[in-house]
């Protein structure tokens, strides 16, 4: 048990109703000031093993609850979310450094809705029957079995419960493998759904690194889904893991998505869209990090976001004053700053930071603009995934799509522009999974959410979640054959 922002935490594995403990721990520091949080737990094979044990022997009695059933308990479920919002926020924001505001005011209160969105999705799931040839075709939507989720630290509840919900709400079992640099609200998370009453076994939370932990549980024959939200290295490994046993897969990974602004746009709007980039210390997989500027209006958007940008004040994320906090890690920071290093030296400039931080020192990296990064460069095509945004600048919209689209991700894209029919043009033309016009990190929880080329496979949301949760199943009717023998 550790006790952090006074809240008492059990940072033992939660396997199939109970709290338990590896010898072997691993350290959580916290990124605000590099302290040490406590030892957690750290499972392996055996702890991964015995967590899908407990939830494949769970599974035909919560599979064979009814949508309403499972319903009411995972809306209790949420209302426990809601009752401990201002812990876990206290709690996420000391463990991963994102700031406190964010998740007393949208992060939390969207973590409890991923289980009452998916809860009252469940109870309507359903296909019209089909006809054919006199014959009816009915379409049904079947719990798949155990669902091992894997997620990473930046936005670690809100990323787990966004799967947890759908996959529990379909009638599947769960075992979480939570991030290593941010393991602490998946412990909280274990606790609420036990005193919400959800039965032993169901939801499993099994600590530890992703190569001791996540590794066992990605190759393990028991699993009949697996849910990815990382980078795209570890998604090779893990798909490669997962091969031999056929298991289905959704992946959400990277991103170095654009933010096409166009000279007939409203400037003050793409200039608020390009400094809500450095939102999370830039560490957001959507985040549209390279902006692209049509020449005309370059220098002055330019010259605005800069200004902006500087005035963001940078400090401790559980002040409300703060707009940018910390880098999550110390590895991360020295990759972060190798980044700029690189572009610096190959003749990028920067309008803006350029380093650390060194008045605040730690992992404060300062929020940095580049312009002049060499085409084809590694800032302008690698995922940095820290408060780091290039300017490039473009002449007409063919140019400007060719731009945005050069790039092997395709999580999102975002263009502003005051032109209707511009819109529906370049909108069509951009290869991403979420294109925003004139807007940002905009999204009904019904609406698909994934990724093109490297950014991942399978989308997540409404529906699009239940075809991936559920084994989707055709019983084809004959109108004939009632009559028994004799
Ligand atoms: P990561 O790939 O290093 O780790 C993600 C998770 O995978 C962690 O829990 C880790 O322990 C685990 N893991 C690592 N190796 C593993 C292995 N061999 N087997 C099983 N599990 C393993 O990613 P990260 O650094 O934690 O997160 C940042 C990345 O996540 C960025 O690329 C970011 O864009 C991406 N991301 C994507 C989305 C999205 O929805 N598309 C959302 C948030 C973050």
Known sequence: MIEVEGVKIDTRHWIGGERVPSVRKFPDISPIDEAHLGDIDAGGAAEADRAVAAARATFPEWAGKTAAERGAILRRVADGIDERREDLARVETRDNGS??????????????????????????????????????????????????????????????????????????????????????TASLLADIAHEAGLPAGVFNVVQGTGAEAGAPLTRHPGISRLSFTGSVPTAGVIAAAAAPNIVPLSFELG???????????????????????????????????RLLV????????????????????????????????????????????GFVERALTGGAKALLGGGPNTGLGGLYYSPTILAGAEPGSEILTEEVFGPVLTIQTFKDEDQGVRMANDTRFGLAATLVTGDPERAERVSARLNAGTVWVNCFFVRDLGAPFGGSGKSGIGREGGTYSFDFYCDVKNTVFSPDGWRSHG
């Open 99 to 184: 700031l406190l505001r964010s998740h007393r005011r949208g992060v939390m209160p969207r973590v409890a809705m991923n289980f009452r969105f998916f809860a009252d999705y469940a109870e309507t799931l359903a296909h019209p029957d089909l006809e054919v040839r006199g014959h009816r075709e009915r379409i049904t939507y079947d719990p798949a079995g155990v669902t091992a989720i894997i997620t990473p630290w930046n936005a670690p509840l809100m990323l787990a419960t966004w799967r947890i919900g759908p996959a529990l709400a379909a009638g599947n079992t769960v075992v979480l493998k939570p991030p290593e640099w941010a393991p602490l």
């Open 294 to 337: 049509q020449e005309g209006i370059a220098e002055e958007f330019t010259a605005r976001v800069v200004e902006r940008a500087r005035a963001l004040v940078q400090g401790d994320p559980r002040d409300e004053k703060t707009d940018v906090g910390a880098l999550v890690s110390r590895q991360h920071f020295e990759r972060v700053s």
């Open 255 to 289: 991103g170095k998505s654009p933010l096409l602004v166009f000279a007939d746009c409203d400037l003050d709007l793409a200039v608020d869209l390009a400094v809500e980039q450095f939102d999370n210390a830039g560490q957001v997989c959507l985040g549209a990090c």
